[in-house]
């Protein structure tokens, strides 16, 4: 039944720039017929980014007290189980670590100088698209946030 496929089985945009509401910016975050989780991941990235972008033109996202008066008006849509201290906390830590796309583009990063790799498909048949940790261990991963979030 095509009513349960997401979006309706058609989404598509057209090259260039689109302004796309609440239901079409779903539909492009879950999208995964001509893609891989990972990119999948990267659209629901970009989504976020480009959100928290609006809210900091408005300065909605520069004090913890828009923030919470935007998390009351979400209401029952938003649910977590962190304590205000924690929130504030983490809030204090994002601040600290400045450009956190930066972070992000580090740890993501898959060229011959980055934190990750694709191993080789054999090495774990069945697996679908996986990536792991250079060394294969996450020492270097943990450096640089350790790094970022004292600094």
Request: glycine letters at 8%; hydrophobic letters at 35%; aromatic letters at 8%.
């Amino acid at each position: 039944d095509i009513s349960e496929l997401e979006c309706g089985g058609d989404f598509k945009l057209t090259v260039g720039d689109n302004l796309l509401d609440g239901d079409k910016a779903l539909c492009y975050a879950r999208s995964r017929e001509t893609s891989s989780d990972f990119a999948r991941a990267g659209r629901q990235q970009e989504i976020i980014k480009l959100i928290k972008e609006k809210a900091l033109s408005l300065g909605s996202l520069t004090d913890f007290s828009k923030i919470n008066a935007t998390l009351n008006s979400l209401g029952n849509n938003v649910s977590t189980n962190m304590e205000a201290w924690e929130m504030k906390r983490l809030f204090d830590l994002y601040q600290k670590t400045g450009n956190i796309e930066n972070i992000n583009q580090k740890v993501l990063d898959t060229s011959e100088n980055g934190l990750l790799y694709f191993p080789d498909r054999s090495r774990y048949p069945g697996a679908g698209s996986i990536i792991l940790p250079v060394g294969d261990n996450y020492d270097r991963i943990r450096d640089l946030f350790q790094n970022s979030l004292n600094p």
